[in-house]
């Protein structure tokens, strides 16, 4: 199971269980669609990850705690006002039927994580589909070297970003990238997805290195003049 659940105007809450499991929940900014999700589908949760601090991941921690009293959250030391519970940077997580594997992609936030399941990248505001979070701690080559890490994955793996931004991502990519005829053809099939009420995600990291400008860039400079670029986009 793989089930992005909206919320706020353009976040995805994901939630990711193998069959006949327990399910892991990431990022969480509030929790009045997910309840419901869980009771309907008589889920139990093993674990909630928070990628970063920012209120729209973490403002329904509290009302989770209420309900999930026992259940582990998982954050850098950003979160742990935020509520996190088990503190992390690195390595593997484990929890009752998953190992998940932790990578440091800090730029958005200074100590922003994403998470490895069964080659599901969780990646909350560090890559989005066709392109990046905003750098708010200034430090590009930070942002950078995260993209780079990411960018080492197996091409197969299925990237799940925390917001609905892939259009506007897609026109801004499509005023970049030398090589157009991707991004026409993703603009094309996420424009039918988005007029059907369906997210544009999950995406590949192969589909992504076609048409994400930001995984294109060679180097810290040319990174950096593509994120101050978007930013003014």
């Not at 919320?7 to 009045?32: F, Q, T």
């Not at 008589?42 to 601090?53: E, F, G, M, Y």
């Not at 931004?165 to 990238?177: E, I, Q, R, W």
């Not at 290195?209 to 986009?233: C, G, M, S, T, W």
Request: hydrophobic share 40%; charged share 20%.
């Amino acid at each position: 199971m793989l089930t992005p659940i909206p919320a706020l105007n353009d976040n995805y809450i994901w939630v990711y269980g193998r069959e006949n499991c327990s399910v892991i929940v990431i990022d969480i900014p509030e929790i009045k669609n997910l309840l419901p999700f869980l009771q309907q589908h008589q889920l139990s949760v093993a674990a909630l990850l928070l990628t970063h601090k920012h209120d729209d991941h973490t403002a329904g921690v509290a009302d989770f705690k209420r309900f999930f009293p026992d259940v582990p959250i998982y954050g850098s030391g950003e979160c742990a006002e935020k509520g996190a519970t088990q503190i992390v940077e690195n390595g593997v997580i484990i929890v009752e039927n998953y190992q998940i594997h932790i990578i440091p992609t800090g730029g958005h936030t200074e100590q922003h994580l994403s998470y490895v399941i069964d080659g599901h990248l969780f990646c909350g505001d560090a890559l989005f589909s066709a392109g990046c979070g905003r750098v708010f701690t200034g430090d590009y080559a930070q942002m950078f070297q995260s993209l780079q890490r990411i960018n080492a994955l197996p091409e197969e793996t299925l990237i799940c970003p925390a917001h609905e931004y892939t259009l506007s991502n897609l026109a801004f990519a499509a005023t970049v990238m030398k090589e157009k005829s991707a991004v026409e053809k993703q603009r094309v099939l996420v424009e039918q997805l988005r007029a059907e009420h369906r997210p544009s995600l999950p995406t590949t990291l192969g589909l992504e290195r076609q048409i994400n400008p930001f995984l294109q860039a060679k180097n810290v400079e040319e990174f950096k003049a593509l994120r101050i670029a978007k930013d003014h986009f």
